[in-house]
DNA sequence: CTGAAAGCGCTAACAG
DNA sequence: CTGTTAGCGCTTTCAG
């Protein structure tokens, strides 16, 4: 394909001068300008990407590492990042790491190799130590909070949503709580979870806690297990409204009344939520892709705190 | 940042010698390669990503295009070619055009400046016709089936699925049958549906169409406008599950009875038809997504045809 | 206002 | 097995 000194040459001029008309420059005669603009449009020329990004050292790229590319809450987040992307005009791909440590790392590679500008980290694996160093190579964002200073967060403070849920609940006056989460242990939101439960609530008998929930299916499942418990769960937190649709559609299923039996709260807000009437914790996620994202181009530090909001409905 | 040559200067070989040893080339001593090994590990040398793509006119990228970034449908093909993208070691960009011809030419230029090897469009705004030369910079693949030789396709019967749906209601019983669609007459799908409507019913009246459908409240929103009708229809065709669950939860609001009084199929099998137990035809659209995702690498300009499947539930 | 020339960082003939 | 050299396609001094 043509490139830009063919274009100087057949437009009589240097590559200096295409360039200049490329970019838009001042100082270059009206003849000159329209003479390259022509043979441009003859040649249907269009400037090479890799190598504007090479020379300028900068691609307007950004990475999202997500660890599920199917699970709703990172989908939000991913939303409200490519709803700014495009009025920004930035690229952005698309990181699924299934949490592991080496695509992880992989990943933070882009962004010394030159690939990425920044990298938005929904959600991590690394520990921080091992991430922080690829921070003198672009600018990283996280969607959880961190006490990192070279990295920017744009977070939702999970610990106080979750005091607060649990207070809910208590005040209620449901006593017998079991929560779902996803990941188990090793995950941050399932800590803090569990924390939560024990300021408000006290200890957390381990068969009231079901980890490895994503989805409708895993609701189904987990409302099951508790639901044969002998001192069955009078409210369940989940972890996700699509994990809440399963626990009420099971409870349902086996003819326990929502909520005078079952209290059931879910998180995110999602349809499915809406469409059941289902109490939720909205954490708002898609503005905190939004807000992971102005941090991202404006290369900042700060820690942006986004409010969340509980959302009563019936089944509660 | 290092480069190539300091690394050879500091090993003291030629930039040949690192490239070779970089690339995992056999001619290379064993003296030598762990020499430069080692100097790359101590200046914690990473090789420039653009140089790269640049000299190999080649970038391993993969560009998507959809219009809404938040609409399940879309959402559900782009997991499929990220599945696919991860295992085949690709990255993938993610290009919102809300139908726009501008910004779509935009996304089709960065397969001409060699930023994309292959662009998959899950849904266009401009004509084939504008689209089809680009072929000429990489592989374009479709997900909807087009004619154009040039352009590889993972598509589903759309037609097909739309009139063994409206024959299924028909024998079903069903007389007054109400549609909606996302856009209007703009869309091939919409054109579609009522072609096979004409099909099987008939004529299709204007008040039992309404389109801009989207999610959730479109649905209380359509569903409102249908049951206020003198002939209100005795059965909905949903394009999709969120909007038929908004029909549903409108309906049992207004205390219609499912599916005596109205009969709601939707479409895509999301878990809130799941959760509601609604009849949904499953396009399988995460399958579409990975078929295109195959055609893509391959750059192959097979048709190939992902068979639908119609769910029967209790909404009908 | 214009152009020559020196790179950006890497790969790949080609000639040993 | 190794190095020299010529690019990939563009931007940007620098000197007119």
Known sequence: MANISEIARLAGVSVTTVSRVLNNYKYVSETKRSKVQKVIEELNYTPNKNAIDLIRGETKMIGVIIPYNNNQAFDQMLHGI????TV?????TVLPTKYDNKKEMEYLTM???KFLDSLIITSRSNDWEKIVPYTKYGSIISCEYTTAEEVGCAYIDRYASYVDTFQMLKKKGYTNIAITTARANESLSTRQTIQAYHKVIGKLPPHLHISGCYRLEDGYRAAHEFLQLNDRPHAIYANGDEVAGGIYNYAQSVGVKIPDELAIVGQENQPIGIALDLSTVNHRLMKVG??????????SQAKVNVPYEIIQRSSI
């Not at 939004?290 to 290369?299: D, G, H, M, R, V």
């Open 290 to 299: 939004e807000q992971a994202f102005q941090l991202a181009i404006q290369k």
């Open 88 to 92: 920004y005009n930035y690229s952005v």
């Open 82 to 85: 490519l709803n700014q992307s």
């Open 111 to 113: 962004l010394k190799n």
